[in-house]
T-cell receptor, first 115, second 114 residues
Framework: AQSVAQPEDQVNVAEGNPLTVKCTYS??????LFWYVQYPNRGLQFLLK??????LVKGSYGFEAEFNKSQTSFHLKKPSALVSDSALYFC?????????????FGSGTRLQVQP | DGGITQSPKYLFRKEGQNVTLSCEQN?????MYWYRQDPGQGLRLIYY???????QKGDIAEGYSVSREKKESFPLTVTSAQKNPTAFYLC?????????????FGQGTRLTVV
């Protein structure tokens, strides 16, 4: 079965510093990978997705993600963190194995940006 | 404007009571999904539907039921058989025509057992 793992429950970073939120994946075919952000008591907002051929993906709010096939990783990055980036971040993979095509999510990483 | 609307935002259920969560989309998406979110566990798939009048169980369907009578609507009923229903419920939809298309989410319904 396809899956994603987010090894860090929480990431702390100072405002203005670069940030990385880690995600590794396990798929049997081509991966369809996504990052979402969630603010308290709100739904998930799409940030970016992996499209075959572009290892560096640019998304919303200055976020980008680096796809690494050999390390099966899809880490979320931002060159300079803002306090307003503090939120819960989810990595997801589209389930192609079973045909249901739903997104399977990691457990989430809470990003805390300190002023 | 286009999107997914979930209602109500907050819902309280008494023991032994069935409650229904509403999800409506005007994005003309074929697929709709229900997820449950618990702290520290990410999102887990309850039910999904890829076409009108058809739906399939996800990973944690026990104690839940759904219907898909219209393309725009995918209501979720939390039955009395669901022993631990307190959670944040999220509805999503997506266009199945392209596999790299993202899913769009509603704002969620927080269900609490009282």
């Amino acid at each position: 079965a396809q899956s994603v793992a987010q090894p860090e429950d929480q990431v702390n970073v100072a405002e203005g510093n670069p940030l990385t939120v880690k995600c590794t994946y396990s798929v049997s075919g081509n991966p369809y990978l996504f990052w979402y952000v969630q603010y308290p008591n709100r739904g998930l907002q799409f940030l970016l997705k992996y499209i075959t051929g572009d290892n560096l993906v640019k998304g919303s709010y200055g976020f980008e993600a680096e796809f690494n096939k050999s390390q099966t990783s899809f880490h979320l990055k931002k060159p300079s963190a803002l306090v307003s980036d503090s939120a819960l971040y989810f990595c997801a993979v589209r389930d192609m194995d079973t045909g249901r095509r739903a997104l399977t999510f990691g457990s989430g990483t809470r990003l805390q940006v300190q002023p | 404007d286009g999107g997914i609307t979930q209602s109500p935002k907050y819902l309280f259920r008494k023991e032994g009571q069935n409650v229904t969560l509403s999800c409506e989309q005007n994005l003309n998406h074929d697929a709709m999904y229900w997820y449950r979110q618990d702290p520290g566990q990410g999102l887990r798939l309850i039910y999904y539907s890829q076409i009108v009048n058809d739906f399939q169980k996800g990973d944690i369907a026990e104690g839940y039921s759904v219907s898909r009578e219209k393309k725009e609507s995918f209501p979720l009923t939390v039955t009395s058989a669901q022993k631990n229903p307190t959670a944040f419920y999220l509805c999503a939809s997506s266009n199945l025509a392209a596999m790299n298309t993202e899913a769009f989410f509603g704002q969620g319904t927080r269900l609490t057992v009282v």
